[in-house]
């Protein structure tokens, strides 16, 4: 059993955990809520909880695990196992040590990395990347982070490389989720575009997206929301949705002829659920940013779906 | 004598060749005008012309030279010495076998490379990226050029990396001269500068720009008159520099949140020229979109000046 590696992905919303064997196949799975409440301490019990539901699916005690590894939001320190301005988790706004309280919790090796880093190696080495030896991972959810493999290897810069939703696409643009101007994520981001969806019918555009969230019992405008309001041919959401793919087109371009990958891999909950449909609007809006635009790079869905994270934390055990 | 190596720098409006020793001192150096008429070929005579007379300097024979490297515009091929497409060349707009046409012309080994990927690594080598292993070169001239080095080796990614200039700055912005929409250079280069001045002028706003120029028997704006229309207090001058440090803090900041680099280094015409001077504004530009804006990467001028792209080309025949 000792081949055997946890992976926790740690989100905003959910907690997924996966038990992945040498191979990289899933052997056990299990999802929770994420806590909305409390603090560093709850979460963390939340992670423990769903990982020994995950394990007791493989039929393996968490302790007789290879180790756990963890992708987590904030300032993912892997030297100290330390967890920093994680903001989008309850109470998370200082510094905890994550990986020491998950190691008593479960009784095994925890280590801990940065949750779209995670991701994009595991697209590298199981997923939609593996053909590639350099790749731009892009994931595009409620907000748009990135990950860079170069040479085969993960650039992480200073520790804080990857950074692609907080590229510039439009010099004194829309006011980003993070405070600054012109983000590529203020346009992309799924919660820039709720706000931008919500600002624009309260100035008296028709949309259902929110009376579709509430038939359905979301509480935000959910990845699944948009596409049935795409669907139904809700025209504020289908111009949000092509906005946002002009700012990714744009902002995937821009690094694109700084860095020159072979590939960009597209994930997250809008790039998994809208990957193929945008595709074709996607690379065209690339195209007109192209430097070197008679060989754009390759670019691929995720194909690892919902359990990269948890997979790619698993990696972080892994030789 | 075996040890000395020649570096060229193939410019649009010169060639600067130089003899370098082991230790990165110039021992010989000589400059032409780069011919505007005729073809590759003539090109090539200039080139050889301007390395023969650094020899001299240095007393040696170029066939005594450990080998000639080439800081080259356009697609610059490493492995075949092959150079296309170098549009700002004459009759250059085809393939020309560039290394080994000088090869005949001067008895020694020639190695061509990227010109502003060799004047990043002389920074990272010899100048004011020594202390750093991952960093960022911005060429600011007639357009804006980048190269990058990092975990100290460079990265040209699929043979095109580094192409800041054309980054996106601001989506459906002005036009480039590349013909694209709202990237960098359409902002920051000296020939859209100069283009952006002459449309204004004509459009009734006063300047001495262009009478600056005529005075001092420039065919275009160099970064000498720009710093001289600013030495007067030119109004119009001061905007366009103004806009052009804005592009740059906002293009140079979307690099730094995607790469994470140490340290970013400031080269080329401009750069060299106004770096000191600008580097109060261009800092403070960049801060305003830093996602990271706790720890900036070091900002330098290029320390190699004029010489860097012909010291880093003779680099390329080093270990």
Redesign the interface.
């Known amino acids: 059993m000792a081949e055997l590696r946890g992976g926790i992905d740690l989100g905003g919303t959910k907690i997924q955990a996966a038990i992945v064997d040498p191979s990289g196949q899933v052997v056990g799975e299990a999802r929770g809520a994420t806590p909305t409440t409390g603090g560093p301490q709850d979460v963390a019990e939340a992670m423990a909880a769903a990982l020994r539901e995950a394990a007791e699916q493989a039929h393996v005690d968490p302790s007789a695990l290879q180790g756990v590894g963890v992708g987590s939001p904030g300032n993912a320190d892997e030297r100290t196992g330390v967890v920093s301005a994680a903001r989008n988790l309850p109470g998370w706004e200082g510094s905890f040590p994550l990986a020491e309280t998950l190691e008593r919790a479960l009784g095994s090796e925890v280590r801990i990395g940065n949750d779209v880093q995670v991701a994009t190696e595991a697209e590298f080495r199981l997923g939609a990347g593996r053909e590639f030896k ?1 790749l731009l991972g892009v994931f595009w959810g409620t907000g748009v982070g ?1 990950g ?1 493999v ?2 085969s290897r993960p ?10 939703g ?8 829309a006011r980003c989720p ?1 405070g ?4 590529l994520e203020a346009y992309a981001g799924r919660g820039a575009m709720e706000a931008e969806a919500r600002r624009r019918q309260d100035e008296g555009e028709q949309t259902d997206l929110f009376e579709l969230m509430e038939k359905h019992g979301k509480p935000r405008l959910t990845s699944g929301i948009w596409e049935r309001a795409l669907d139904h041919g809700d025209e504020l959401a289908e111009r949000l949705v092509e906005r946002a793919i ?2 990714l087109g ?2 995937i ?3 694109v ?6 590939a960009v891999i597209l994930g997250g909950g809008l790039g998994i659920r809208f990957g193929e449909r945008c595709m074709e609007p996607l690379t065209k809006e690339m195209g ?2 192209l ?2 635009d008679d ?1 754009p ?1 390759a670019v691929r869905v995720a194909s690892l779906g919902d359990l990269g994270g948890a997979i790619g934390a698993s990696l972080l055990l892994a030789g």
Chains 1, 2 share one sequence.
């Open positions: 350099s990135g860079l170069l040479d650039w992480l810069g200073r520790g804080a490389a990857g950074e692609i907080h590229m510039v696409v439009k010099h004194g643009g993070c600054r101007k012109g983000c002009e700012a744009t902002g371009a821009s690094a002829n700084l860095i020159d990958p072979e007109k940013h430097f070197v060989r790079p």
